[in-house]
């Protein structure tokens, strides 16, 4: 029988906050207790005292209602449901268990539910903040080093090439990169180039988000006719990251 085991009060943005939750793959950072991952399958350990119970589970995703959404894991020997009821400014956990050794599992559900809804409700807020960030404050970013290094050391080096760039074509140079996917796999793209001048791009979720460039000397912000101007051989890196935006930009 799924019961009540606490009460999670926060501001958040409903929308992204269950958007989140129904992907599997945003769950796994904010488990606790895994010892192991297997596939699409997780080792659990659950410890009181000296003793310990592990199980391998599988995750499922059932978003039953507009509020409330049901994470089951499914065990080898046993079975854990997590139900979160979410309202405009408060959400309520429940769970349930079924399975050997509850007297130690039982306990740890609470941290289990609350560590799972904390990290989501984080996320939220830093999408909702993330949607009010303009061009023009991201393009400031970009002309600061000490943002890139620590956006570099979130993200990977995708790839570096040469590019010969016309004036007046750089959004072909763009479409390029669409084509080869690379908006499709990473959340976050910087691209930096140099040659007869250099420009730094950043793209959140495929869109372009903010822009840098000096060209003839001149340090150019935000507009991106600025890209026109911009001609000759280049130099460019393109890094990527997986991570959801939020965190590689804040």
């Not at 970009?142 to 993200?155: E, N, T």
């Not at 026109?228 to 804040?250: C, T």
Request: charged share 25%; net charge positive.
């Amino acid at each position: 029988m799924i019961k009540k085991i606490g009460e999670f009060q926060k501001e958040f943005d409903k929308e992204s906050l269950i958007a989140y939750l129904k992907e599997k793959n945003n769950l796994l950072p904010s488990i606790p207790y895994i010892v192991g991952l297997f596939d699409d399958k997780i080792r659990l350990m659950f410890k009181r005292f000296i003793f310990k119970f592990e199980d391998t589970y599988e995750i499922s995703i059932d978003h039953i209602t507009d509020n409330e959404i049901i994470i089951t894991l499914k065990g080898d020997v046993s079975t854990i449901k997590l139900l979160f009821k979410i309202y405009t400014n408060k959400i309520l956990l429940f769970a349930d268990y079924i399975g050997p050794r509850k007297r130690i599992v039982w306990p740890k559900l609470r941290n289990l539910a609350y560590s799972i809804i904390e990290h989501a409700v984080n996320h939220s807020v830093s999408v909702k903040n993330l949607e009010q960030t303009t061009a023009r404050d991201f393009s400031l970013k970009l002309a600061d080093i000490a943002w890139i290094s620590k956006l570099l050391m979130k993200s990977m080096l995708v790839k570096t090439m040469d590019v010969s760039i016309i004036r007046g074509e750089f959004n072909k140079f763009i479409e390029d990169l669409h084509s080869q996917g690379i908006f499709s796999k990473y959340k976050v793209v910087y691209v930096s180039g140099s040659g007869n001048g250099s420009f730094r791009l950043l793209f959140v979720n495929g869109q372009l988000a903010g822009i840098y460039a000096i060209i003839s000397g001149e340090e150019l912000l935000e507009d991106s006719t600025v890209l026109n101007k911009i001609e000759g051989l280049y130099r460019v890196k393109i890094y990527g990251s997986l991570l959801p935006s939020p965190e590689v930009i804040e």
